[in-house]
């Protein structure tokens, strides 16, 4: 039987920026900001990230840490600032944390779609974190972790906006959202109790 060859494959450039900007925040093992950078780009579109150097790509990992560090509670929350990247041009960095269920990102995507945004990158990660007593951020963990809470982080750059008086405007449309969202996800899990209940009782023949 004829050898096979091993071909080498070079990482994309995508791969070699989040390793650059690992390298930058301490290395793999470099703590909280590190690791949050590879959950955060390691699936983010390429043609999105190339723009950005791992500089870049650092001290937005860093901001996000920041962000996410507090405690949220029940109520999602969100984050809409202005950063300028390495090419000197401004962005509007918008950011929301709520705990994972269905439909969050595909209703945060239709907001911006439908308000004409012009979207630069969008990177969404589901967090496993670990949080303190009083709700605070303890650690990052690995997605297998049983100790791990998992949240979703919806990370998304678009075009800059006119002013502040956009940035609350949209903050407020998505506010709305994610509060629509969470009812949603509410009622179908009633609904899906509900069914389970009836489904029981016809098969025991009562009436709940």
Same mark, same amino acid.
């Given at each position: /039987?004829?050898?096979?060859?091993?071909?080498?494959? =070079? $990482?994309?450039?995508?791969?070699?920026?989040?390793? =650059?900007?690992?390298?930058?925040?301490?290395? $793999? +093992?470099?703590?909280?900001?590190?690791?949050?950078?590879?959950?955060?780009?390691?699936?983010?579109?390429?043609? +999105?990230?190339?723009?950005?150097?791992?500089?870049?790509?650092?001290?937005?990992?860093?901001?996000?840490?920041?962000?996410?560090?507090?405690?949220? *509670?029940?109520?999602?929350?969100?984050?809409?600032?202005?950063?300028?990247?390495?090419?000197? @041009?401004?962005?509007?960095?918008?950011?929301?944390?709520? +705990?994972? /269920?269905?439909?969050?990102? +595909?209703?945060?995507?239709?907001?911006?779609?439908?308000? *004409? !945004? #012009?979207?630069?990158?969008?990177? !969404?990660?589901?967090? $496993?974190?670990?949080?303190?007593?009083?709700?605070?951020?303890?650690?990052?963990?690995?997605?297998?972790?049983?100790? *791990?809470?998992? @949240?979703?982080?919806?990370?998304?750059?678009?075009?800059?906006?006119?002013? #502040?008086?956009?940035?609350? @405007?949209?903050?407020?449309?998505?506010?709305?959202?994610?509060?629509?969202?969470?009812?949603?996800?509410? =009622?179908?899990?009633?609904?899906?109790?509900?069914?389970?209940?009836?489904?029981?009782?016809?098969?025991?023949?009562?009436?709940?």
């Amino acid at each position: /039987m004829p050898s096979q060859a091993l071909v080498a494959v =070079a $990482p994309s450039e995508a791969a070699r920026l989040v390793e =650059a900007t690992e390298r930058i925040l301490g290395g $793999p +093992d470099g703590g909280p900001a590190a690791r949050l950078a590879r959950h955060l780009f390691e699936r983010t579109a390429e043609e +999105d990230l190339t723009a950005l150097t791992a500089e870049d790509l650092a001290r937005l990992a860093s901001r996000a840490l920041e962000f996410l560090a507090p405690s949220h *509670g029940d109520a999602p929350r969100i984050r809409i600032v202005e950063e300028t990247i390495s090419s000197g @041009e401004t962005i509007t960095v918008v950011e929301t944390l709520n +705990d994972d /269920m269905p439909f969050l990102f +595909d209703s945060v995507m239709g907001a911006l779609v439908e308000a *004409g !945004h #012009e979207i630069r990158l969008v990177a !969404h990660p589901v967090l $496993p974190v670990v949080r303190d007593g009083a709700g605070r951020l303890s650690r990052l963990v690995g997605a297998g972790d049983p100790a *791990g809470r998992r @949240e979703s982080f919806i990370h998304i750059h678009l075009t800059r906006l006119a002013g #502040e008086a956009a940035r609350g @405007e949209l903050a407020a449309s998505l506010e709305a959202t994610l509060t629509d969202v969470r009812a949603a996800v509410a =009622a179908w899990k009633t609904m899906g109790n509900r069914f389970g209940e009836l489904v029981g009782s016809s098969r025991w023949g009562t009436t709940p």
